[in-house]
């Protein structure tokens, strides 16, 4: 079956400028994690959607940073004027059930965002 | 707060020769799992194995094993005979079950691991 999507794969923006990157979860999947890549960081994981909502937003960076997900399904991670320092490989991932500290998460592969 | 080092950055060895990935863990909970994740040059993450707090079995797979070792909080990883697919990054990860998943995965930093023909 189908496995996590991403979109766009390679995203360049202009710094300033906002960007929405998008995530669509493995069907029937409740729960969805949003993760960072970069050289500097290493993976740093942002924010957890069990169903539509994120009990947790502290692992955003900044308030710059926002995620909705709806119909329990798509989400999508939004960055507002952006900076250079948000260059990084977001990446989106999901769950079968509902316990993300014991099940395997399956991983998209994820959005490559260049602020120039 | 939970931490997770991989203190090998890079590892290069010729094709056959084993390999072993280490990686050390630190966590307050007493209930937690731990993940070994494959990142091929594609960059998709590929899960490897998953092992609880509670089960110190060692794991064979094939030419992968792992040696999980609560008393020096170590969850190794071993390649035999290694090939040249075996080239990726490899990512230790923990995850506490007092949260219910809701903090993520844990991930160190991973280790580069070059596989020379």
């Known amino acids: 079956g189908a496995g996590v999507s991403q979109s766009p794969s390679n995203k360049v923006t202009e710094k300033g400028k906002d960007v929405e990157l998008r995530c669509d979860p493995i069907?029937?999947?409740?729960?969805l994690y949003w993760y960072r890549q970069s050289l500097g960081q290493g993976l740093e994981f942002l924010i957890y959607?069990?169903?539509?909502?994120?009990?947790?937003k502290s692992g955003l960076p900044s308030d710059r940073f926002s995620a909705e997900r709806t119909g329990g399904s798509v989400s999508t991670l939004t960055i507002q004027r952006t900076q250079q320092e948000d260059s990084a490989v977001y990446l989106c991932?999901?769950?079968?059930?509902?316990?993300?500290?014991?099940?395997?998460?399956?991983f998209g592969p994820g959005t490559r965002l260049t602020v120039l | 707060a939970q931490k997770v080092t991989q203190a090998q950055t890079e590892i290069s060895v010729v094709e056959k020769e084993d390999v072993t990935l280490d990686c050390v863990y630190e966590?307050?909970?007493?209930?937690?799992?731990l993940f070994w994740y494959k990142q091929p040059p594609s960059g998709e993450l590929v899960f490897l194995i998953r092992?609880?707090?509670?089960?110190?079995q060692n794991e064979i797979s094939g030419r992968y094993s792992w040696n999980f070792q609560k008393s020096t909080s170590s969850f190794n990883f071993t390649i035999t005979a290694s090939q040249v697919v075996d080239s990726a990054v490899y990512f230790c990860?923990?995850?506490?079950?007092?949260?219910?998943?809701?903090?993520?995965?844990?991930f160190g930093k991973g280790t580069h691991l070059i596989i020379q023909p």
């Open positions: 092992r609880n707090s509670f089960d110190e």
């Open positions: 990860a923990l995850s506490e079950a007092g949260r219910g998943g809701a903090d993520g995965l844990t």
């Open positions: 959607f069990q169903g539509n909502s994120a009990p947790d």
């Open positions: 966590t307050r909970d007493t209930t937690y799992y």
């Open positions: 991932a999901s769950i079968e059930g509902t316990s993300g500290s014991y099940n395997e998460q399956f």
């Open positions: 069907s029937g999947h409740t729960a």
